[in-house]
């Protein structure tokens, strides 16, 4: 009898070892080290596989090597959803033989948002299998009902065994696969606990060889981690075509889907959802959700027209600044980059005169939207300007531009398109980049003020 051999494997970055190690060498992760069994090689003792010449894509036709000048190209036909938002996130559509890796903490409504767009996929006439492994057939059934989810080409297939998936795929022949989750298959042929770094790879790699073999787009379900990241090696992302993560807080109604990682279109889309008892309802316009709770008088709040891919969205930016009872002054943000507060901040000192090194800053982007783009310079400058002075902007006027290290205030992509969504939510006035004022006609009733330096701007925004 063959004797066991077993390896360690790092279930953070995927570095195999020979044996146990407290702290992975290759991502530094403390106790990430799992045991598993390598399964021998049979019959032979050469490791190498014999790869077939051809192989065949879901279009019929065999692969081999062909120079790029040669190659017929053509533009993928995307499968459209009737949720416009889900759309947008994928890049215009789903792209058929794609594999999707959807993400979120437990409870989100990663399972409620992929129900929902199987029974819109099939109701227009897509066959869709949808496998879980987490929950059975009544339980899925009870809330397809709550979701008003009915359809004669939706099957149900509560099932774990990853011989059982492939053998009913090539049965059932779908155009749709979910998987729910990734985590809970098991594949036989791996000797390695559920959810291992080992299985999912395998499971994956098996799904992955389906979708591009068979044209079958395949939606799968991710676990995430304390830390917010995808469970599992970061080869299960790199092997995908899209990462996708479905976010928000479980004490509110709204959920934010963007993507991370897209082959076929953008990764700075935004989709909102609201989770209703109903299920999961699209919004149309984020912007007046974001400051529909707004007060009008209240200091420390500057409004930021920001860019989520193509969409423009407002933003109230918040600000909280209070002498520090402590030697070091503390820096804290919600949705912005606290180094980036930091250095707004050291900007505001050395060029606008504020003395900031012993107050405290507590900086929020309000409707638990993060906001990571140059544009949202000035708005963080004059909230925190705002609340030092104990002075409120007007409400009717928001602020659009990029800060640099120097004072100036520097231009900013698409600000036709920012300009616009400002005025059509009630905006009478914006402060934008000086050199941004060229090659573009403001909109009627709406007054566009160029600033070239920060100080500038802020006489401007604070003047009572």
Not at 129 to 136: A, I, Q
Not at 175 to 183: A, P
Not at 306 to 334: C, D, H, K, Y
Request: charged residues 25%; neutral net charge; proline residues 4%.
């Amino acid at each position: 009898m063959a004797k066991v051999k077993t390896q360690y494997v790092c279930d953070n970055c995927g570095y195999i070892s020979p044996r146990f190690l407290g702290r992975c060498p290759n991502c530094g992760k403390w106790n990430t080290l799992v045991e598993e069994i390598v399964k021998p090689q049979g019959g032979t003792t050469s490791t190498a596989k014999k790869i077939s010449p051809t192989r065949t894509d879901f279009n019929g036709s065999s692969t081999k090597p062909e120079l790029v000048g040669q190659i017929k190209a053509h533009t993928e036909m995307r499968v459209q959803t009737d949720s416009e938002e889900f759309n947008r996130v994928l890049g215009g559509g789903v792209v058929p033989g794609s594999l999707i890796l959807i993400g979120g903490d437990p409870g989100i409504g990663k399972s409620t948002l992929l129900l929902q767009i199987s029974g819109e996929l099939s109701n227009r006439g897509h066959k869709m299998l949808y496998v879980s492994g987490e929950e059975s057939a009544n339980q899925i059934k009870l809330r397809a009902d709550r979701l008003g989810v009915a359809s004669d080409q939706l099957y149900i297939y509560p099932e774990t065994d990853m011989d059982a998936i492939r053998h009913s795929i090539e049965e059932l022949k779908p155009d749709f696969v979910v998987i729910d989750s990734v985590q809970t298959v098991e594949e036989p042929a791996i000797q390695s606990a559920i959810g291992s770094v080992a299985q999912v790879r395998g499971i994956t790699s098996d799904l992955m060889n389906i979708a591009k073999s068979k044209g079958i787009t395949i939606f799968l379900v991710g676990h995430v981690t304390k830390g917010g990241t995808l469970a599992g090696p970061k080869t299960l992302e790199h092997m995908v075509d899209t990462v996708l993560y479905f976010e928000g807080d479980m004490h509110h109604s709204y959920r934010l889907l963007r993507a991370v990682k897209n082959r076929f279109g953008s990764t700075n889309e935004l989709g909102v959802f609201e989770m209703r008892e109903g299920g999961l309802k699209e919004v149309r316009n984020p912007s007046e959700i974001f400051l529909e709770e707004r007060l009008k008088d209240a200091t420390g709040s500057a409004i930021v027209v920001s860019m989520e891919g193509t969409r423009p969205i407002l933003v109230e930016i918040q600000a909280l600044i209070t002498p520090s009872i402590f030697g070091n002054a503390q820096r804290t943000a919600s949705g912005l980059d606290r180094n980036r507060v930091s250095l707004i901040m050291a900007v505001l000192e050395k060029r606008a005169g504020l003395m900031l090194q012993n107050q405290d800053a507590y900086l929020k982007a309000a409707g638990g939207v993060k906001l990571n783009e140059p544009a949202i310079d000035l708005a963080m400058a004059v909230s925190i300007a705002s609340s030092y002075k104990d002075r409120g902007t007007r409400p009717s006027e928001c602020y659009i531009g990029e800060i640099g290290l120097t004072g100036e205030i520097r231009r900013v992509t698409r600000i036709e398109q920012r300009v616009a969504e400002a005025q059509k939510l009630g905006f009478e006035r914006v402060l934008i980049p000086k050199n941004n004022l060229s090659g573009w006609t403001p909109p009627t009733g709406m007054q566009v003020i160029g600033v070239a330096t920060l100080r500038e701007a802020l006489s401007i925004a604070l003047k009572n």
